[in-house]
């Protein structure tokens, strides 16, 4: 996949401008606050229609405006894709394929995008639901059906705790739990144990420091060993019969992968607890770029891969290594603060971020 033009309408403080980007490397520099990170996130609003920083609609249009308008083109392997996003403060979002109304997820038929920056060490270092976010962005590139089986256990959630609070019977809404909750589950245990691989070893690569890892710490007990989902749904009945009282008494649900946990350790010892600043946002580009990997094979092509003030992190030598592993990827944006070193700029085109404008680096 590749992002071919980009034309941005009030988003941010993006108030009009258009991005023609080149393939392989693309610089976006300019000082802090100038809408480097804002492209970036249009880029990555194009692609799948919501941000990478779980930002509400309403707070990416441009001050005094009403409504802000994302326009592009999206080329993949067998054709372009003219899309178009908007949001209204007076209507819901809209998103178009080649001038048809579509659904969000129907953007997921053909963009695959993977976005590392700095409020990426929340995943490392903050609540549990930071953590099923990732898991459900990226899982749902890979798999429409996961996508699918996930809006139906999230609806089927909502209905349960509306009837926990009103003291209702919850048989029929936990039957669709247990069915659509333990293929969520199956996805997630299959997608961590190839990300705990790939993760440790961009790790090593970045930081040439210590050992990475990660686990999976689903509510239901499937971790220990790779149970099929029939057997996955026998546990989950059975964790929902031992929590019914509970659940009862607490009038929310108590199990499910609404309750999955990842746990990641440095250096053998918890990182949410122990780890720094630093190894956060080493660890989170270390597991963006596995995810890159995953994607990759998965969809059979290239992500875009969004990149935004990786280099504040590294040293000179992890940011030469990272420049040159550059070359295997398709097509990159990448943000910083400073004038781009020579070697980056002569990977790939460079643009200015001024005062939300955009120009072309000669």
Same mark, same amino acid.
């Given at each position: 996949?590749?992002?071919?033009?980009?034309?941005?309408?009030?988003?941010?403080?993006?108030?009009?401008?258009?991005?023609?980007?080149?393939?392989?490397?693309?610089?976006?520099?300019?000082?802090n606050?100038?809408?480097?990170?804002?492209?970036?996130?249009?880029?990555?609003?194009?692609?799948?229609?919501?941000?990478?920083?779980?930002?509400?609609?309403?707070?990416?249009?441009?001050?005094?405006h009403?409504?802000?308008?994302?326009?592009?083109?999206?080329?993949?392997?067998?054709?372009?894709?003219?899309?178009?996003?908007?949001?209204?403060?007076?209507a819901?979002?809209?998103?178009?394929?080649?001038?048809?109304?579509?659904?969000?997820?129907?953007?997921?038929?053909?963009?695959?995008?993977?976005?590392?920056?700095?409020?990426?060490?929340?995943?490392?270092?903050?609540?549990?639901?930071?953590?099923?976010?990732?898991?459900?962005?990226?899982?749902?590139?890979?798999s429409?059906?996961?996508?699918?089986?996930?809006?139906?256990?999230?609806?089927?959630?909502?209905?349960?705790?509306?009837?926990?609070?009103?003291?209702?019977?919850?048989?029929?809404?936990?039957?669709?739990?247990i069915?659509a909750?333990?293929?969520?589950m199956?996805?997630?245990?299959?997608?961590?144990?190839?990300?705990?691989?790939?993760?440790?070893?961009?790790?090593?690569?970045?930081?040439?420091?210590?050992?990475?890892?990660?686990?999976?710490?689903?509510?239901?007990?499937?971790?220990?060993?790779?149970?099929?989902?029939?057997?996955?749904?026998?546990?989950?009945?059975?964790?929902?019969?031992?929590?019914?009282?509970?659940?009862?008494?607490?009038?929310?649900?108590?199990?499910?992968?609404?309750?999955?946990?990842?746990?990641?350790?440095?250096?053998?010892?918890?990182?949410?607890?122990?780890?720094?600043?630093?190894?956060?946002?080493?660890?989170? %580009?270390?597991?963006? &770029?596995?995810?890159? +990997?995953? =994607? /990759?094979d $998965?969809?059979? @092509?290239?992500? *875009?891969?969004?990149?935004?003030?990786?280099?504040?992190?590294?040293?000179?030598?992890?940011?030469?290594?990272?420049?040159?592993?550059?070359?295997?990827?398709?097509?990159?944006? %990448?943000?910083?603060? &400073?004038?781009?070193? +020579?070697? =980056? /700029?002569? $990977?790939?085109? @460079?643009?200015? *971020?001024?005062?939300?404008?955009?120009?072309?680096?000669?």
């Amino acid at each position: 996949m590749k992002i071919k033009k980009l034309k941005v309408s009030s988003f941010r403080n993006l108030e009009s401008g258009e991005l023609q980007p080149g393939e392989g490397v693309n610089i976006l520099y300019g000082p802090n606050g100038s809408g480097k990170t804002n492209l970036l996130e249009a880029i990555f609003m194009l692609s799948l229609g919501r941000s990478q920083r779980g930002a509400n609609d309403g707070n990416m249009i441009f001050e005094g405006h009403d409504v802000y308008r994302l326009e592009g083109t999206i080329d993949t392997m067998s054709r372009s894709h003219k899309v178009a996003v908007a949001y209204s403060r007076q209507a819901k979002k809209k998103i178009t394929i080649e001038g048809v109304s579509s659904k969000t997820s129907d953007l997921y038929d053909f963009s695959c995008v993977v976005s590392s920056g700095p409020e990426d060490s929340d995943i490392l270092s903050g609540p549990p639901s930071v953590r099923r976010v990732f898991l459900d962005m990226y899982i749902s590139q890979i798999s429409r059906k996961y996508l699918s089986d996930l809006t139906d256990y999230s609806r089927a959630l909502a209905q349960k705790n509306s009837a926990l609070k009103q003291r209702m019977d919850c048989g029929m809404f936990d039957a669709i739990l247990i069915t659509a909750g333990s293929r969520v589950m199956e996805a997630r245990r299959d997608f961590l144990l190839k990300l705990k691989e790939r993760a440790s070893e961009h790790y090593k690569m970045i930081s040439n420091k210590e050992l990475f890892s990660l686990n999976y710490k689903p509510s239901v007990s499937i971790d220990e060993e790779l149970l099929s989902v029939n057997e996955i749904e026998a546990v989950f009945q059975i964790k929902l019969e031992d929590n019914y009282e509970r659940e009862r008494i607490m009038q929310t649900a108590m199990v499910g992968p609404h309750r999955d946990e990842i746990q990641f350790d440095i250096g053998g010892r918890a990182a949410r607890i122990f780890g720094s600043q630093g190894q956060w946002r080493t660890a989170a %580009l270390a597991i963006k &770029l596995a995810v890159y +990997d995953i =994607l /990759k094979d $998965a969809r059979g @092509s290239n992500p *875009v891969l969004l990149l935004d003030e990786i280099f504040a992190e590294l040293d000179k030598d992890r940011c030469s290594a990272l420049i040159k592993s550059f070359a295997d990827f398709s097509q990159v944006f %990448l943000t910083t603060a &400073l004038e781009p070193p +020579d070697e =980056l /700029k002569e $990977a790939g085109r @460079s643009f200015k *971020v001024e005062n939300g404008q955009v120009t072309v680096s000669l």
